[in-house]
Nanobody
Framework: VQLQAFGGGLVQAGGSLGLSCAAS????????MGWYRQAPGKQRELVAT???????NYADSVKGRFTISRDKGKNTVYLQMNSLKTEDTAVYYC?????????WGQGTLVTVSS
């Protein structure tokens, strides 16, 4: 599965930003899709995931502020980020899992200024 992320950029604290990620290739095998992020000097961490059935899971740090959604018809997963904080600054990576693979997009930088 190939993944291409869109969105990201610079936003002030308290603002909003949306990310999208389009999947191509062996899309029919995709199960869970999600977003992860990696801040400078830190390990990559889960942000949110959405299963093929629509069940969602969020990191505690983003609950109530971020919303993940998925459009199966467009093979796209979205992340709407509201009430952004400076600590949300990171490279955000799209992820798609199949039974045998764990694929990553190229990453998109989100910078939240104070």
């Amino acid at each position: 599965v190939q993944l291409q992320a869109f969105g990201g950029g610079l936003v002030q604290a308290g603002g909003s930003l949306g990310l999208s990620c389009a999947a191509s290739g062996n899309i029919f095998s995709i199960g869970t899709m999600g977003w992860y992020r990696q801040a400078p000097g830190k390990q990559r961490e889960l942000v949110a995931t959405v299963s093929s059935g629509g069940s969602t899971n969020y990191a505690d740090s983003v609950k109530g502020r971020f919303t993940i959604s998925r459009d199966k018809g467009k093979n796209t997963v979205y992340l709407q980020m509201n009430s952004l904080k400076t600590e949300d600054t990171a490279v955000y990576y799209c992820n798609a899992r199949t039974l045998i693979t764990n694929d990553w997009g190229q990453g998109t930088l989100v910078t939240v200024s104070s």
